[in-house]
């Protein structure tokens, strides 16, 4: 099949590349003309493993190509894919404006029977309004599709190679058809939904994780009060079948791109139509001030933040990316840096911005910028960033910080292990000399 991609971030590169690799022509599509120059030298403007070499693979096999000219990528497409970004508003609503701005942009070159798949996580309703504005500015029998995305960042070739399910949203029989076909070659179940149960699927999805990361944490808060241990609590509650015992780990709360978000929106979608005592409000809350409440309880046990020499391992929002979207990094170092602490940052591919403004990553009050002249420096080493420090805080679960000896680093003074993802055996910390403090436990 001829298709375009509209949007070259994380869904939209993926996308393209793997339905290239299944020997359809695909043009992806930006507006930003650096983004697209880069993609068709064959270099992926963020870090994500495996997608170079797919990228390159299939731009050399002549399937995959890049273009910020809409003439050219939609006028030839049967399927036009929209992929762009949904950020929320001030007030948590997503904000649709890039998505109805692809509306007015494909619809003078969509050719007769066109599909239009909303790939963007959108609330229930946008896909009407989506069709009317086109429908202003074509007269071509066109039809509408909700295909969301599940992959997760770090995994997202891996992920949409070998989704769980693909979910088509359609009332057309033959636009159902068609996209199963195009799915075929996943060779996973397709599940049929209505557009508006497709969007719901998508951002219950998200909301029931976050929630299922929220509970967890607070039972670990619980835990860390009376003597249990979350980790064998959760190994405990895991082997019920119906609780199951994968996405389950505490931590500082969930960030990235995509729950702070999706959370927000779906609060905000509930009580746009009058659904206001819902729990996901307070999900969001408790999440948006985790950080500062374990931080807080941290200081009680090490005795304030004030001069000291902090380590803060892991800058990324997880492992195996260098995205900083409402990454706990975000928030852990303008807080110690607030209290006096020196901090060093390392990570293996996520960069601090030179100039400190973080106020891109995050969406969360108060935005805070770190001065380039504070006592933040991001260093190229674990070993420049531990050494002789008050604190070694591992924040991300990277693996060449899990697996680093850090025995070796332990020098003569009291010397504090904060272990924020619980990837450390307590004993074995407290046996290197180090006290530990971990989330739970
Ligand atoms: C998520 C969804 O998993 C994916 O299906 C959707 O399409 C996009 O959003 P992503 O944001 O890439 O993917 O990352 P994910 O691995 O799901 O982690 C999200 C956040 O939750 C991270 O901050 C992670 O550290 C945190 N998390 C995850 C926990 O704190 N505990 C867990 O048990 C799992």
Not at 46 to 57: A, H, R, T, Y
Not at 216 to 243: F, S
Not at 344 to 366: C, H, M, Q, R, Y
Not at 429 to 437: H, M, Q
Request: hydrophobic letters at 40%; charged letters at 20%.
């Amino acid at each position: 099949m001829n298709i375009c991609i509209i949007g070259t971030g994380f869904v939209g590169v993926v996308s393209a590349s793997v339905y290239a690799s299944f020997g359809n022509t695909v043009i992806g599509l930006d507006i930003d003309p650096q983004k697209i120059e880069k993609l068709k030298h064959g270099q992926v403007p963020f870090f994500e493993p495996g997608l170079s070499d797919l990228l390159l693979e299939q731009q050399k096999s002549g399937n995959l190509h890049f273009t910020t000219d809409y003439s050219l990528a939609v006028s030839q497409a049967e399927v036009v894919f929209v992929a762009v970004g949904t950020p929320s508003t001030s007030t948590g609503e997503a904000d649709l404006k890039y998505v109805f701005a692809t509306a007015d942009s494909i619809a003078p070159f969509l050719q007769e029977n066109a599909i239009v798949v909303i790939k963007s996580t959108v609330p229930p309703g946008t896909l009407t309004q989506y069709a009317e504005r086109v429908k202003t500015k074509t007269q071509a029998q066109f039809f509408m599709a909700s295909v969301p995305e599940f992959l997760r960042e770090g995994s997202a070739v891996a992920d949409t190679l070998h989704p769980d399910r693909v979910l088509i949203g359609t009332t057309e029989p033959e636009v159902a058809e068609k996209l199963t076909l195009l799915h075929q070659p996943l060779q996973t179940q397709i599940i049929h939904t209505s557009p508006e149960s497709a969007q719901m699927a998508k951002y219950s999805a998200n909301a029931y994780l976050a929630t299922r990361i929220t509970f967890i944490n607070q039972i670990a808060d619980l835990c860390e009060k009376n003597g249990a241990d979350i980790e064998e609590v959760i190994q405990a509650i895991g082997q019920d079948k119906r609780i199951g015992s994968q996405y389950w780990y505490p931590g500082l709360g969930y960030g990235g791109s995509c729950f702070p978000k999706d959370v927000k929106e779906l609060a905000a979608y509930a009580n746009s139509i009058g659904e206001t005592n819902n729990v996901l409000i307070k999900i969001n809350e408790v999440n948006e001030q985790r950080i500062e409440k374990i931080l807080n309880q941290y200081e009680q046990k090490i005795g304030g933040w004030l001069n000291k020499k902090v380590a803060v391992l892991g800058l990324s929002f997880k492992p195996e990316t260098n995205d900083m979207r409402e990454a706990p990094s975000i928030k852990i170092i303008p807080y110690l840096l607030s209290k006096g602490a020196q901090v060093l940052g390392f990570d293996p591919k996520a960069e601090w911005p030179v100039n400190g403004d973080i106020s891109f990553f995050t969406a969360t009050p108060p935005v805070t910028t770190v001065s380039p002249d504070s006592s933040f420096t991001q260093v190229n080493t674990i070993n420049d960033a531990v050494r002789d420090v008050d604190v070694i805080m591992c924040v991300i679960e990277w693996p060449e910080i899990t697996s680093f000896d850090f025995s070796q680093s332990k020098s003569a003074k009291t010397q504090w292990f904060v272990d924020t993802r619980n990837q450390f055996s307590p004993k074995e910390v407290t046996a290197w000399g180090y006290n530990y403090l971990g989330i739970g436990r």
